[in-house]
């Protein structure tokens, strides 16, 4: 996880552009539930949804976006939800994949 704004990986800048770098995190498949998830930890119901179509990269190793900039303060997980398994295969049931607190000011 890399902000590049702030040049670190534990803030999140509104506006700013994050990368996200691992392994079959491509978002793919149908489901409504398939995205990028910020969910703010103190009240998901602040949580806010990037579909694929709303991501700069969208690769096998790597996500990057916009963070939005209408996140409210707080601290935030990423959420990878997707069925991508890698070599053109989809999962029968989408995998969720979650990454640490970020802080965003």
Same mark, same amino acid.
């Given at each position: 996880? @890399?902000?590049?704004?702030?040049?670190? +990986?534990?803030?999140?800048?509104?506006?700013?552009?994050?990368?996200?770098?691992?392994?079959?995190?491509?978002?793919?498949?149908?489901?409504?539930?398939?995205? $990028? @998830?910020?969910?703010?930890?103190?009240?998901?119901?602040?949580?806010?949804?990037?579909?694929?179509?709303?991501?700069?990269?969208?690769?096998?190793?790597?996500?990057?976006?916009?963070?939005?900039?209408? $996140?409210?303060?707080?601290? @935030?997980?990423?959420?990878?939800?997707?069925?991508?398994?890698?070599?053109?295969? $989809?999962?029968? =049931?989408?995998?969720? @994949?979650?990454? +640490?607190?970020?802080?965003? =000011?």
């Amino acid at each position: 996880m @890399y902000d590049a704004a702030s040049k670190s +990986g534990g803030t999140l800048t509104k506006g700013g552009f994050l990368e996200i770098r691992g392994e079959n995190i491509r978002i793919c498949g149908d489901e409504e539930e398939n995205g $990028l @998830y910020f969910v703010n930890i103190q009240d998901e119901s602040n949580t806010v949804k990037l579909s694929a179509g709303e991501l700069g990269i969208n690769k096998s190793s790597c996500i990057a976006c916009v963070v939005p900039a209408d $996140l409210e303060s707080g601290t @935030y997980s990423i959420k990878v939800v997707t069925r991508f398994m890698g070599g053109g295969t $989809l999962r029968k =049931e989408p995998q969720e @994949y979650t990454f +640490g607190n970020f802080s965003v =000011e």
